[in-house]
């Protein structure tokens, strides 16, 4: 099968893109609390599925290892999200400090033992934390996920066009600092315009286009776990049912960082 060019994964990935966001601005502001909930533990599932396949799990171990992670969302969703968020907040720390040391590990059991638990760590809490957010307002849902999407396309436009310093090429190559710059500074634009026009509460379009900045830049800290354990599992995408995404995963991994920092943030300016 041929290998897609550039103008054609582009093409794939606006499509899908099209296609996903009514999906998600529909789930946003039409689903009921409980609704959300499904939804929330629906996608854990799908996520712990693909964690598993990134640890070389199989079978029905995939699904049980799927299961563990929507349990623990869920039970998550039951404690104090600012709670959640601190402690999700010390394993970011830990993850940050492994970054700039990582090597792509081999398959030893240990390090599958380890890599199971830093699946729980990554997406549970990050995916309780959303249903919670989502469940108290939609516009702060939206606004975690503009801020992610902006420093998204911000970072892809400036790093292809004006990218020079690589931020971690033995992780992600792919990946420099004037993207990361780019990306946060249009986080930041989008947080400030939609903190404009919308309800959010959150104390004005200054403060929200500064939170917003903040998530893209540890968002990114997400991204790179994941192709860390990407590259560990010799795997490009978590999954392929997304045409020009690749899995859920790949779609999800800077809110898995982004989303702790978004409550920790509104936290910290009392809102």
């Known amino acids: 099968m041929n290998k897609p060019t550039r103008s054609q994964a582009i093409k794939s990935r606006i499509l899908t893109a099209l296609v996903l966001i009514p999906l998600v601005l529909a789930g946003l502001f039409l689903l009921p609390s409980q609704g959300l909930?499904?939804?929330g533990l629906f996608l854990a599932l799908v996520g712990g599925i693909?964690?598993?396949?990134?640890i070389h799990i199989h079978g029905a171990g995939r699904l049980l290892y799927g299961g563990l992670v929507a349990g623990l969302t869920y039970v998550l969703t039951q404690v104090d999200p600012v709670a959640v968020a601190l402690v999700a907040g010390l394993w970011w720390v830990l993850v940050i400090a492994e970054i700039p040391v990582f090597r792509p590990q081999t398959d030893e059991p240990a390090f599958r033992a380890a890599h199971g638990l830093a699946g729980l760590a990554t997406l549970a809490p990050a995916l309780a934390l959303l249903v919670d957010l989502v469940q108290d307002s939609p516009w702060r849902g939206l606004a975690v996920l503009v801020a992610i999407w902006a420093a998204d396309i911000g970072a892809y436009g400036v790093g292809k066009a004006w990218g020079r310093h690589?931020?971690?090429?033995?992780?992600s190559p792919g990946k420099t600092w004037e993207g990361l710059v780019g990306g946060a500074l249009l986080a930041g634009l989008a947080g400030g315009v939609l903190a404009w026009q919308a309800p959010l509460e959150v104390g004005g379009p200054a403060v929200l286009a500064a939170v917003a900045i903040l998530v893209a830049l540890i968002g990114q800290v997400g991204d790179l776990s994941e192709s860390m354990?990407?590259?560990r599992a010799g795997?490009?995408?978590?999954g392929q049912w997304l045409p020009g995404h690749g899995g859920l995963l790949d779609r999800i991994d800077s809110l898995t960082a982004g989303v702790p920092a978004f409550v920790l943030c509104l936290?910290?300016?009392g809102v």
């Open 37 to 39: 909930l499904a939804l």
């Open 50 to 54: 693909e964690w598993a396949g990134l």
């Open 166 to 171: 690589k931020l971690a090429p033995h992780v």
């Open 229 to 231: 354990f990407k590259r």
């Open 235 to 238: 795997l490009k995408d978590s």
């Open 267 to 269: 936290w910290g300016v």
